[in-house]
């Protein structure tokens, strides 16, 4: 159903979880993937797995947090492909800790990779995008920026900060058709969840209407909508994609 044939998109934290999954998606459905995280090994690997399924992608490694970095390969990109149509600000960490036990260190790192990182790229698209007058900025929040989680102060700010950032660049840059929008998952099965021990995972099991886990794919499935045509009158909101874990 949907189709995003010549359009271009840059894909952070794409070298596994839900980024990975984002990319793969994007190919699928003919876009030409930007594959950007740190590590250039792991991006190789998913653009190698995107053009054996004949997809498009190709590898731009970059740490987010890094201004000049992202905007130099945001213009690089622009340069190359011709255009930069989607971005989609996914990559995030956690450095989880009660806030007495909270450094600075663990503060910053957090908020420079989760908001500065997604603050970084949209400032270096919303140039390239308002001169196309078309553009899909999606930034992947949680529902932890939402309802807030005991020892996550950080990531909870981080992640309730780019629900605010979405809805002022929506209202910015909505005259120029440039959407704005967030994806708020729940618990979803990728890396950054496979660390927790098993009587954490059943109890937020327990809590999930739906009865399971999320997987990549049911993010990569919102992600895809929300860059569509078919999404045009959508700009400013977050989707909550969580098993039915927080309603509100
Ligand atoms: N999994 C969940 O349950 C869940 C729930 C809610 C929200 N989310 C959010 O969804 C997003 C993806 O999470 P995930 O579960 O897929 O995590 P993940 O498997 O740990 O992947 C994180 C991705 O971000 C990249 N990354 C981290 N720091 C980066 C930096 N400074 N610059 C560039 N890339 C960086 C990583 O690649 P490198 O290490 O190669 O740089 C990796 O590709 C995150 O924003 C996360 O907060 C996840």
């Not at 993937?33 to 090994?41: D, I, L, N, P, Q």
């Not at 930069?84 to 909270?102: E, K, P």
């Not at 900025?137 to 939402?146: D, F, K």
């Not at 950080?154 to 005259?175: D, H, P, Q, R, V």
Request: glycine residues 8%; aromatic residues 4%; charged residues 20%.
């Amino acid at each position: 159903m949907f189709d995003l044939s010549n359009k271009v998109a840059v894909v952070t934290g794409a070298s596994r979880g839900i980024g990975k999954s984002i990319a793969k998606a994007y190919a699928r459905t003919n876009a030409h993937v930007v594959c950007v995280s740190r590590t250039e090994k792991a991006l190789t690997a998913v653009v190698e797995e995107i053009k054996k399924e004949n997809g498009s992608a190709s590898v731009s490694a970059c740490d987010v947090s890094d201004p000049e970095t992202f905007n130099n390969l945001i213009k690089d990109t622009g340069v190359t492909h011709g255009s930069v149509d989607i971005l989609i600000n996914n990559a995030g960490i956690t450095r989880d800790r009660l806030i007495m036990r909270m450094s600075e260190d663990d503060w910053n790192t957090v908020i420079d990779t989760n908001l500065k990182g997604a603050f970084n790229g949209i400032k270096a698209v919303t140039r390239i995008m308002m001169k196309q007058r078309f553009g899909r900025i999606i930034n992947i929040s949680s529902i932890v920026g939402l309802v807030g989680n005991a020892g996550q102060a950080n990531y909870a700010s981080a992640k309730a900060g780019l629900i605010g950032l979405t809805k002022a660049t929506a209202k910015e840059l909505a005259s120029r058709n440039i959407t704005v929008n967030c994806i708020a998952p729940g618990y979803i099965a990728t890396d950054m969840t496979n660390q927790m021990d098993d009587q954490t995972k059943d109890s937020l099991i327990s809590q999930i209407p739906l009865g399971h886990i999320g997987s990549p794919d049911d993010i990569a499935a919102t992600a895809l909508f929300l860059a569509s045509d078919e999404a045009g009158y959508i700009t400013g909101q977050t989707i909550t994609v969580d098993g039915g874990m927080v309603m509100i």
